[in-house]
């Protein structure tokens, strides 16, 4: 009987979590989201629009209690312009690299999310590059002015595996991003994302929290000289140094990773510094 309790009372924490995040989501999208377009018209500067969204990011992962520890910075020089590629597990993902990830830079992203009301255009004006995968010519000319962005000095954040993972395990990667790669001619940076499936699976609208999220960062990796022959092996080295930094449940070789202490309103405001 005392079993029951307890599960019980699991299972409305869990709900309740759920609607505050949710509301939180939705509230903190519609206001940020307005805050980056007016902030879009008056400054034309997409420094500011990508502010709005690592606070929106912050904000969100407070509200679901989700906990980031991020590992391997050091590989990255806050002056240079990468492409930043990603195993995708989850919608925190998103919330998770926009949080922690402290430089400039833009998504490549499906085209649907930029019909969105207000999160679609402020997506736009943000700098966002929208993918139209069921044009392979509109996707090629998406492809081409995302290199132009990236040899003017913008990095971009990728998930080449093209959609989220049902189970959290590591899926076979895309070319697309790597061709990105190639045109641009500059380095990717392998990024591991570990126990974000474990906080909303695919399918499911209940939040598992509070939750933790390890992001690492691997060596980049040269594309100089590299032409579209080289497309295949770039691909598969940037996913082996992905799944080396996932758990063995993930696809990859480590133990479950560790998370730092839980998320405040200090680690909102420093989201925005």
């Known amino acids: 009987m005392g079993n029951q309790h ?61 906990r980031v520890s991020v590992k391997g910075l050091d590989h990255v020089d806050a002056r240079g312009s990468y492409i930043f590629a990603a195993n995708h597990q989850g919608l925190f993902d998103i919330l998770a690299v926009l949080a ?25 004006v943000s700098g966002y590059i929208p993918i139209d995968r069921s044009d392979h010519r509109k996707a ?73 999220i390890a992001i690492t960062f691997g060596s980049p990796i040269s594309t100089e000289g590299l032409t579209v022959k080289d497309r295949d092996r770039l691909l598969q080295e940037v996913r082996e140094a992905v799944r080396a930094n996932l758990t063995v449940r993930e696809g990859g070789l480590l133990s479950e990773p560790e998370c730092g202490s839980p998320p405040g309103r200090a680690a909102i405001y420093q989201s925005v510094l």
């Not at 924490?13 to 903190?28: D, E, G, I």
């Not at 206001?31 to 400054?43: K, Q, R, S, Y």
């Not at 922690?100 to 736009?124: H, N």
Request: proline share 4%; hydrophobic share 45%.
């Open 6 to 66: 307890v599960d019980s009372f699991k299972t409305v924490r869990k709900m309740v979590r759920s609607l505050f995040f949710y509301f939180v989501l939705v509230v903190s999208t519609i206001f940020l989201g307005t805050a980056c377009i007016l902030c879009a018209v008056v400054t034309r500067k997409e420094k500011w629009c990508h502010g709005f969204g690592r606070l929106w990011g912050a904000i969100n992962l407070w509200a679901a209690g989700v």
């Open 140 to 212: 090629l000319e998406s492809m081409n002015r995302a290199a132009d962005r990236v040899r003017g000095g913008t990095s971009v954040v990728i998930f080449p595996e093209g959609t989220r993972s049902l189970d959290g395990v590591l899926q076979e990667f895309k070319k697309g991003g790597f061709m990105l790669a190639i045109k641009s001619q500059c380095p990717v940076v392998p990024m591991s994302i570990s126990g974000s499936y474990r906080i909303l699976p695919k399918r499911s609208k209940w939040l598992n929290t509070p939750g933790c």
């Open 100 to 124: 922690k990830l402290p430089i400039q830079f833009s998504w490549l992203a499906k085209e649907e999310l930029f019909r969105l009301p207000v999160f679609g255009r402020a997506m736009r």
